[in-house]
């Protein structure tokens, strides 16, 4: 009886090896025709690693037909690491037919950094333009200033080729648009007069070009060319324009604040001679007061009076006859007040 166990446990094991046999055996053979050998062991080991063997094989036979030897162990790693190893693969032969040196394990670097590493090769084999600025982020030229103020709008085109050593870690092409539309401002902004970079336009890529803006990008810079230059505003009539109507409005605030500073002054002078006029009024008050004082001690009499009062009526029409107003009248305005008492006053001493 326990042979038959064992014999059963035997058979089952058989089975299965022959259905996983029969179930690789065309990926294996394959792999065998085309002179990429991989085992049949290690294709179940993939299988319970839940890695997809035909990819793996697929890759390893265009990696051996293109003469390039790569393991399976690395084409196995790499897509477990979640990379794309048949794009890896396609790239891998594509630069070794361009001669350009490009390993697996940059490869797969630059594929795992998220880069198209067969995009970065095509572009290697053939550069590409890129468009200065960017049409698609809403901007479609580049401004910039003379000295002279007069604005200038730059359309660019830069022609670039991947570095494939400077691929990982390199800045991207957002990095190249911004370089070059700052040295093209720089360019124009130097120079004396607009004219001069309408009639040679090829300065600007000259002066870009010999910047170096390439440096720690991804990319080699083979050409700045200038696409379209077109004449703008004149920014520095304009700022001057600008400027004028800002003086313009503070000297007006100055002299408003001046207006008012004279008005307010002007007020305190009505408020101070209305003052001064109040105390002249009390002052002219008291002279009654004072004659009348003077009387009743004996210091004024009453002829005195009377030629006081003459006095001032003669001061009086002089002032009439002269066509002048004075204060005289005013000024008797007091005394002119008390006759009757001064007048009673004798009779009481």
């Known amino acids: 009886m326990f042979q038959y166990f064992i014999f059963a446990i035997v058979g089952i094991f058989a089975i299965g090896f022959l259905i996983l046999f029969f179930r690789f055996f065309g990926l294996w053979f394959r792999?065998?025709?085309?002179?990429?050998?991989?085992?049949?062991?290690?294709?179940?080991?993939?299988?319970?690693?839940?890695v997809n063997a035909g990819i793996i094989v697929d890759s390893r036979i265009m990696l051996t037909k293109a003469g390039i030897d790569v393991s399976s162990d690395l084409l196995e790693t790499h897509y477990l690491a979640r990379g794309d190893v048949m794009k890896v693969s396609r790239a891998m032969v594509a630069a070794n037919k361009a001669n350009i040196p490009l390993p697996f394990q940059r490869a797969a670097a630059i594929d795992l950094a998220g880069r198209d590493v067969l995009e970065a090769v095509r572009t290697s084999v053939n550069p590409k333009v890129i468009?200065?600025?960017?049409?698609?982020?809403?901007?479609?030229?580049?401004?910039?200033?003379a000295k002279d103020g007069i604005q200038l709008c730059v359309k660019a085109r830069v022609t670039v080729r991947s570095n494939i050593e400077r691929l990982v870690g390199g800045a991207t092409e957002e990095t190249i648009i911004a370089r070059v539309g700052e040295g093209i401002v720089t360019t124009i902004g130097s120079s004396e007069s607009y004219k001069s970079v309408l009639e040679n336009p090829d300065t600007i890529s000259k002066t870009v070009?010999?910047?170096?803006?390439?440096?720690?990008?991804a990319f080699e810079i083979l050409s700045i060319d200038v696409a379209d230059i077109d004449v703008g505003q004149n920014v520095g009539a304009k700022l001057q324009a600008d400027q004028a109507e800002a003086d313009k409005r503070?000297?007006?605030?100055?002299a408003e604040k001046r207006r008012a500073a004279a008005q307010a002054?002007?007020?305190e002078m009505i408020a101070l001679v209305q003052e001064n006029r109040a105390k002249v009024v009390l002052a002219e008050a008291e002279i009654p007061l004072a004659i009348a004082e003077a009387f009743r001690n004996g210091h004024l009499g009453v002829m005195d009076y009377y030629r006081l009062k003459n006095i001032q009526a003669d001061t009086d029409m002089r002032a009439?006859?002269?066509?002048?107003?004075?204060?005289?009248s005013s000024a008797g305005n007091g005394p002119a007040s008390t006759p009757g008492s001064t007048g009673t006053a004798p009779a009481g001493r």
Request: proline share 2%; with cysteine.
């Open 131 to 145: 468009d200065c600025p960017d049409s698609s982020k809403g901007k479609i030229t580049i401004d910039a200033v």
């Open 265 to 267: 002054q002007e007020q």
């Open 250 to 254: 503070r000297f007006q605030a100055e």
């Open 209 to 217: 070009m010999q910047k170096g803006l390439d440096a720690g990008t």
């Open 31 to 50: 792999a065998l025709l085309s002179g990429a050998y991989v085992g049949m062991g290690r294709l179940i080991g993939m299988w319970l690693r839940h």
């Open 320 to 328: 009439s006859i002269g066509g002048s107003s004075i204060g005289g």
